[in-house]
């Protein structure tokens, strides 16, 4: 099993920058990708970016050129950022963590809240 444990959120200014930490613990040799969804009030959770094994990254469109997400793989843990850069209000939402491993499981965080008010 994989534990995660986010951290980073909370209140920006709009056009401020925030970044979010996942720590993933327990079986992280069969991670094959970690990824940061977000949900705002009433609306559906969504992808904001993935990043897997390899490097490889994906986002969303609205968040393409002012996010980035990296991992840090150390023995035993693998830590998850995202860079969120140059943040609209809109995108005030309860950000989550996710793992999902090679053998088609997948673990979630508990969110952070991130809000982005003047």
């Known amino acids: 099993q994989v534990q995660l444990v986010e951290s980073g959120g909370g209140l920006v200014q709009p056009g401020g920058s925030l970044r979010l930490s996942c720590a993933a613990s327990?079986?992280?040799?069969?991670?094959?990708?970690m990824s940061w969804y977000r949900q705002a009030p009433g609306k559906q959770r969504e992808l904001a970016a993935r990043i897997t094994s390899d490097g490889s990254t994906v986002y969303a469109d609205s968040v393409k050129g002012r996010f980035i997400i990296s991992r840090d793989d150390t023995d035993t843990k693998i830590t998850a950022y995202l860079q969120m850069n140059s943040l609209k209000p809109e995108e005030t939402a309860v950000y989550y963590c996710k793992a999902a491993t090679f053998y088609g499981s997948a673990s979630w965080g508990q969110g952070t809240q991130v809000t982005v008010s003047s």
């Open positions: 327990g079986s992280i040799g069969s991670i094959y990708s």
